[in-house]
């Protein structure tokens, strides 16, 4: 299919393929694992660590369909991954994009701007050949390009294929839809501009203030997305307001800019949220009075409205169809990362309606925090 038949405004010269991991840096690579795969239906799929030669840092990579997370953590005293935990809190570093080829990825974006963060290499093992690079992002994070065309193995060099006793059945998920980057006051343009110059992807829509805004608080987003609508980033900063924006609330514990969600898309969400409930997952709060004229407002949709009510999903639309969400509390002990549970039916954009009732149910966790 032709880019340009998806997003117009988009520029090709980075053909991105979809997201091929997330990489977070917790305090607990083990127990992390454990849990994405008890509560969240992740499978083992790789290992890195003493045992295969990496004496600074362990990873376990997991999958659910689409998705690879990788959950890294330092064996050593000291050293970035330290600095970065005692900085952040868990959280993600990396952001890695699946190329055709990670060099002239690397080219063009350094070439438009980019900071690079690591110049091409090639990772060999016995399974081939994987090529990697590197440019910097927002804060901390760090999008890596992948190359995988000739890599045959269960993840990448360096790792050993997991295959663990212990697999707790997936729950639905099936790829990444989007992620949201949180930036500073003032330096949402900028990171949208970096994204159009240096990525080449275009706007598809913004939202200001009076858009998202409740009694207290505000923040304005604009969302970009790659050419093929396969790679969707939205980025928020604070907006001016009587209290304190949930964007400066996670600015604060996060010390500077950060992925504030990952949404990861499922067939069927109520069947998905049922599941990640029953298996420990916490859920944002909507009030009932949210399903009084929900309806009115996007129309009718092919779900009965009871189960979305009983587990708060939230529907809204945009000009193609509609859409389900549901938001997760954090994840982490910092009120920084969470992720978002999505059902597209037609819509491929966003709904305004469901950002303010996200900002409403997060600010009542932040009067809880005492952070609002
Ligand atoms: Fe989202």
């Known amino acids: 299919m032709k880019l340009e038949k998806i997003i117009p405004e988009a520029k090709d010269f980075l053909?991105?393929?979809g997201t091929d991991y997330v990489e977070i840096i917790v305090g607990n690579a083990k127990q992390a694992a454990y849990y994405y795969m008890?509560?969240?239906?992740?499978?083992?799929?790789?290992?890195?660590?003493?045992?295969?030669?990496?004496k600074d840092s362990v990873s376990y990579a997991l999958r659910q369909d689409k998705i690879t997370l990788v959950l890294t953590s330092p064996l050593e005293h000291g050293g970035d991954?330290?600095?970065h935990l005692n900085e952040h809190g868990d959280g993600v570093k990396n952001v890695a994009l699946w190329v055709e080829d990670a060099t002239k990825s690397w080219e063009e974006t350094t070439k438009r701007g980019a900071k690079s963060a690591f110049e091409p290499k090639v990772l060999e093992d016995e399974n081939g050949r994987v090529v990697i690079s590197g440019i910097h992002t927002y804060g901390e994070t760090i999008h890596i390009f992948v190359e995988r065309k000739d890599y045959g193995g269960a993840?990448?060099?360096?790792?050993?294929?997991w295959n663990p006793d212990y697999k707790p059945a997936p729950v639905g998920l099936k790829y990444i839809d989007h992620m949201v980057g949180n930036v500073d006051w003032g330096e949402m343009n900028t990171w949208c501009k970096f994204?159009?110059?240096?990525?080449?992807?275009?706007?598809?829509?913004?939202?200001?203030?009076?858009?998202?805004?409740?009694?207290?608080?505000?923040?304005m987003s604009k969302v970009m997305s790659n050419g093929n609508g396969r790679i969707k980033f939205p980025i928020n900063e604070p907006a001016e307001g009587r209290k304190k924006s949930q964007i400066e609330e996670y600015i604060d514990y996060y010390k500077g800019a950060g992925v504030?969600?990952?949404?990861?898309a499922t067939d069927n969400i109520i069947q998905t949220v049922t599941e990640l409930k029953a298996r420990g997952v916490d859920f944002l709060y909507v009030p009932?009075?949210?399903?009084?004229?929900?309806?009115?407002?996007v129309g009718e949709i092919d779900e009965d409205l009871a189960p979305l009510k009983e587990l708060g999903i939230l529907i809204d639309r945009d000009d193609e169809g509609y859409l389900l969400q549901l938001f997760t509390k954090p994840v982490?002990?910092?009120?920084?990362?969470?992720?978002?549970?999505?059902?597209?039916?037609?819509?491929?954009?966003?709904?305004k309606g469901n950002f303010k009732a996200l900002f409403e149910a997060i600010e009542r966790e932040q009067e809880s925090r005492g952070t609002l």
């Open 15 to 17: 053909p991105l393929l």
């Open 195 to 219: 994204y159009a110059e240096v990525m080449g992807f275009a706007q598809i829509i913004s939202f200001d203030d009076k858009d998202i805004s409740t009694e207290y608080t505000a923040l």
């Open 260 to 264: 504030q969600h990952i949404a990861v």
């Open 332 to 351: 982490l002990d910092r009120p920084t990362m969470f992720f978002e549970i999505i059902q597209r039916k037609g819509a491929q954009s966003f709904g």
């Open 38 to 54: 008890s509560a969240w239906g992740f499978q083992p799929l790789a290992y890195k660590g003493l045992e295969t030669g990496s």
């Open 288 to 297: 009932e009075n949210y399903y009084d004229d929900v309806l009115d407002r």
């Open 155 to 161: 993840f990448m060099p360096g790792y050993r294929a």
């Open 81 to 83: 991954y330290n600095r």
